[in-house]
Nanobody, 122 residues
Framework: QVQLVESGGGSVQAGGSLRLSCRVSGSTNTGSLGWFRQAPGKEREGIAAIYAGGGNPYYSDSMAGRVAISLDNAKRTVNLQIYSLEPEDTAVYCC????????????????WGQGTQVSVSS
């Protein structure tokens, strides 16, 4: 069973940066690890994902250029660096895993963390 626990959220001012981390346990040597977010009153959207074995990251059009996803195999974490935060980035950010990798796909993620709140003030 795959378990995911996020950390690193908080309150920041517009223009700042945050690094979110997701600790992964269970068998995730294959498939994809991704980051999603859900803002109040909006649908959940995929932001970034990466092949669970490392490499081949992809990003949403809305966030490309402001985020970077990475794996730390020693710590078993998948990390999301977010730059130039805007108030519109205020949301709950979750990490997730699925059994397959398909570049650009935000579907079929089956294991989810509880999420970490990011609040951006102007």
């Amino acid at each position: 069973q795959v378990q995911l626990v996020e950390s690193g959220g908080g309150s920041v001012q517009a223009g700042g940066s945050l690094r979110l981390s997701c600790r992964v346990s269970g068998s995730t040597n294959t498939g994809s690890l991704g980051w999603f977010r859900q803002a109040p009153g909006k649908e959940r959207e995929g932001i970034a994902a990466i092949y669970a074995g490392g490499g081949n990251p992809y990003y949403s059009d809305s966030m490309a250029g402001r985020v970077a996803i990475s794996l730390d195999n020693a710590k078993r974490t998948v990390n999301l660096q977010i730059y130039s935060l805007e108030p519109e980035d205020t949301a709950v950010y979750c990490c997730a895993w699925k059994r397959t990798y398909a570049r650009g796909s935000w579907r079929d993620f089956v294991s989810w963390g509880q999420g970490t709140q990011v609040s951006v003030s102007s």
